[in-house]
Each structure stands twice: as C-alpha cells, then as structure tokens.
C-alpha cells in the first residue's frame, strides 16, 4: 500500500483518510496471549534496529511490528523461530511499503552485525517458506492501518501560527513544527514498545502522540477544534492513551536527567530530576501545574534555545542482545549524548484514575 509522497496534501487526502478510517474498524482481534509475550518488546527493538539499519519508512515497520503482534498470538512458537518471523515480517511490510529498490536483500540482512550475534543466517527459501505462511496467515491481506499510516495526516494542522507556546504568540512556527515533529515521531516509537497500545485504534494513537507532543511542548489549547474536527476524538478520548505516552515521556526524562546529573554514586547538588519524587506521571499533573506557566526547570526538549530535539532511534545494531542476554531495551536515544534506548525501561502502565480535561485546555 505505497500511498504517493505526501498524499495528506493531495486532493485526495481526505478520501484517503477516510479509507484508512474505514479500514481500521475490521483489524483482526489481538487478545494478548502469547506465551513469549514477554519477548515481544525485543522482537519490536530488533525490527526497529534493522528498519532503522535500511532507512524505511514508519510505516514499514510499524506494519511489521504489527503482523508479529498479530502472528504472536495466534501461533506458539520457539523464540529461535521468532528470530526469522520477525525479520520476514519487516520483509513483508517493506515490499508492501516501500519501493522495490529499498527492499533489503538477503544477502544485506545477512551481513548485519546482530546477525551473528544472534547465531542466525537467512536462507531464501527460508524466509519464501515464512513470508508464505504469513500472508496465509492474514489471508493475503496486509492492508492493515497502523498509527503511523494517520501520523502525517494529523501533523499537517498540528501546529498553526494562532496557537499560544507558554502563552505567548509563537515567533518560530517552523521550528514549531520541526519540533512538533519530532516529538510525535518518538512518541509514535514509544507506542511501539508495549502491547497495551493495541487496545486503542490505530487513528486514536496516532491522535494521542500529537495531543502529547503539544502538551509536552506547552501549546495550547492542547487539542485545539480544528484537530478534533479533523481526527474526530475529543480531548477526553485521548486522555487515557495520552496519559500512558505521558508515563513514558516522564520515565525517559527522569532516567535522562539522572545519567545526565548524577555522578557515580553521588547526585550533583542544585540539579533538578523530573518527578524526582517517584510518582507517575499523568495528563491530570500535566495540566493542573500552579502557574498557568510551565516551569522552566522542566528539564524537556522544549522550545527553548538551549534545548533540542533527541535523536530518536538512532539504533546501534551493535546494541542488541539475545533475549536472555541484558535489558534488551537499549535501542532508543533519549538525548543525542546516550547510548540508543538505554532510559526506556521495559514497562508495565498502569492507570489508576479517570481524568476529564475538557478541550482547550488553557484558558489564556
């Protein structure tokens, strides 16, 4: 499903969307009961390292993340055997699109250092035997919608020149969306690492990370009209998707800012750690700060001079480890000066509570 290069700014975008729309609502059922579901965050980290390794595109990979989800808990499988699913899945998703000449060979895949770190070489009857028994599996249908098939769409408005940064109009709009996303891109990669997300649509997810990416980069109204026009959730809707991304955002600053601050065994005096104080992070504390005004501590990306963007996914397929081998979560930076992943805690979310902000949420 190659779709034209920036088909969200064609004539055909809202027809477009509305076919994705559409097809989201007959996704098969993920029911979460893979017995290796504990392996499953490696299996998306060495997908996203060897996607990342061959420059394709989001949707490639999240669509190859996506088919394991879905092969995982059909079928009981050897996480040998998940080795060579994993990598015929991002081969299936790529050649459905990508262009055929950014389809990674074999021999490509072969000569890649995790490769024999793994202990495993791909043969081409191999991965024609797996491939065929995946599109049988999904019945030769990978039309499947994915967070990132919406992401585009959505950023196409997310940022405008009448939205407030911290209250105050905004002088760089570019930057502004440069920002915008950049942010949603990680949180997009956040959604990719923990199952829970499948529970939401695809288009909701991908609504969340642009409602999170503003409220992080302290637009406002977080969820102006014109988005909620445009992807048909309210600000409430989001909330509980948002709140799970917020959770992460939180953890990743925290473990940041502790690497960045922290000697070993000693803390630096003066040195702010967001939430250092333990407690989860939710849409709620987001919203209701004493001061109308973010505080300036914050250690975030931001809009600041001073601060910018990570560089996400910059995997390292020197990164990887087996399964039973250390956290297998290394592979996502969270500033430009860690090592890839190395923050991002393999997660369990948690909500305990039902937030109703409703949309905008600033008054100014």
Known sequence: ??????????????????????????????KGQSPQLNFRRYFADL???????????????????????LFMDRYDVTVQQLHMISLSCLLLSSKFEEREDRVPKLESLNSLGCMSSMNLVLTK???????????????????????????????????????????WP??????????????????????????VFLCFAPSLVSA???????????????????????????????????EKLLIAHDSDVKEANKQKCQKPGQQQQGQTVYHSSGQ??????????????YPQQVPQPGLAPNHRPASYLSHSTASLQGPNGPQHGNTQ??????????????????????????APCFDR
């Open 1 to 30: 499903m190659e779709l034209e290069d920036q088909w969200w700014k064609g004539q055909l975008a809202a027809d477009i969307y509305q076919a994705l729309r559409y097809k989201e609502l007959k996704l098969p059922p993920y």
């Open 47 to 69: 997908i996203a390292i060897v996607s990342n390794r061959f420059k394709l595109c989001p949707a490639a990979r999240h669509l190859a993340v996506y088919l394991l989800d």
């Open 125 to 167: 009857q191999g991965l024609l035997h797996m491939e065929l028994l995946l599109l049988e599996t999904f019945q030769w249908n990978l039309y499947l919608p994915t967070a990132a098939h919406f992401i585009e769409y959505y950023l196409s408005i997310a940022v405008h020149e009448g939205d407030l940064h911290d209250g």
């Open 170 to 195: 905004m002088t760089l709009l570019e930057k502004t969306k440069l920002y915008m996303a950049k942010y949603a891109d990680y949180f997009l990669e956040v959604s990719l690492q923990d199952h």
């Open 208 to 242: 969340a990370c642009v409602a999170t990416s503003r409220l992080v980069l302290h637009l406002s109204p977080t969820w102006p009209p014109r988005l909620q026009r445009l992807t048909g959730y309210t600000w409430e809707n989001l909330v509980p998707c948002a």
């Open 280 to 293: 989860t992070a939710t849409v709620a504390q987001y919203l209701h700060r004493p001061s109308v005004q």
């Open 333 to 358: 930076a969270i500033t430009a000066s860690q090592d890839p992943k190395s923050s991002i805690p393999n997660r369990a979310y948690q909500v305990s509570m039902h937030y109703t902000c409703a």
